[in-house]
């Protein structure tokens, strides 16, 4: 039985790519750079396997977690530097869109210098980050420490902001605690394909409510299918949680299906802007200085009005109206959040590389 074991016992320890070992590290590099992209680090974590990636053509770095992307970055190459940019740009602009909880337009103001913000899921960092450098003082929350310390090392996160715990218990016990309170709230968390639920049950959402000062203003990002449910309830449990007020955007505009007649699904990342106190949701117009040298926050930092969208009626949710997703619930749920997951993980294939998805 030993000398039948041993040949797959050597093959781990010496050919396959995906065993965790120095050796093993250099053979996936030799094998992905034939498709232009090099791993600079990997680890199997408490969220699953965490991993960031190059592509040396483009010049962009990503951060994985399973069949996620967490994030990325343009890098800012001479090339760039000539054509006028001044920092790595951001690939996805979801992250950028939630960085206009600073425009919304409240009563009093809220003085960067004086603000207060509490940041749900890290990804690479894109919004924390953006909000420390107007000099904010911001927690971020975060379960996975491979996650944070990826985001420090390989897209420049400061240290020293991140709190490693499980946001729903963090979250509960702060609410019942008057001296925590925020300014502002941005709550973006994504991995395996899906949303964690347990983030957008009734009693988190209001606990977070609970966090906000009164004048506090929110920013959620919601990935999901339009056509689903789900995606519905979840919308419907924001709506409730912050009394309606709230507005929804597209991160881009709709997809044209005029040549695919029978597809209804719309799966988008969604912004959900909502403030504590009763009052109409509008930004201020950006200036140069929110911008932090960014063409691409530039141009995606302020919602469009055109990409708004409305909040689901009874009509079309497919869920009574008034229903709300309830903490204990997300079980019955299973079924259309492993769907959601293959929509997603069929746009993420047409990403990157099939051989690359496979690989690292």
Sequence with gaps: MFSLA??????????????DGGRNFDLLNTEIAAFNWTLLDRAWSNTGYVSVLESTDLNYRVMRCDHSLLGGEWLLTPERRANGWMVNEPIYSVFEMLEAV??????????????????????????????????INTTTLELDPKVSEYATKYFALPPGHVVITDAVSWVSQASKEESKKYDYILHDVFTGGVEPLSLFTNSFLSDLRNLLTPNGVIGLNYAGDLSTPLTNLVLNTIHGAFDGQCKIFRDAPPKDTSNDAESKEDFLNMLIFCRNTPGSITFRQPTSKDFLGSKSRAHYLLPKSEWEIGFPTSEDAGVPAG?????GDEGKWTKEQEESAIRHWKIMRTVLPAKVWEMW
């Design 6 to 19: 041993l040949p797959a016992a050597l093959y781990g320890l010496l050919a396959n790519p995906h065993y």
């Design 323 to 327: 229903q709300v997703l309830q903490a």
């Design 102 to 135: 600073r425009l919304m337009e409240v009563d009093p103001p809220i003085r960067d210098s004086d603000a207060q913000a509490l940041v749900v899921g890290l990804g690479i960092g894109t919004a924390p980050r953006s909000l420390m450098a107007h000099g």
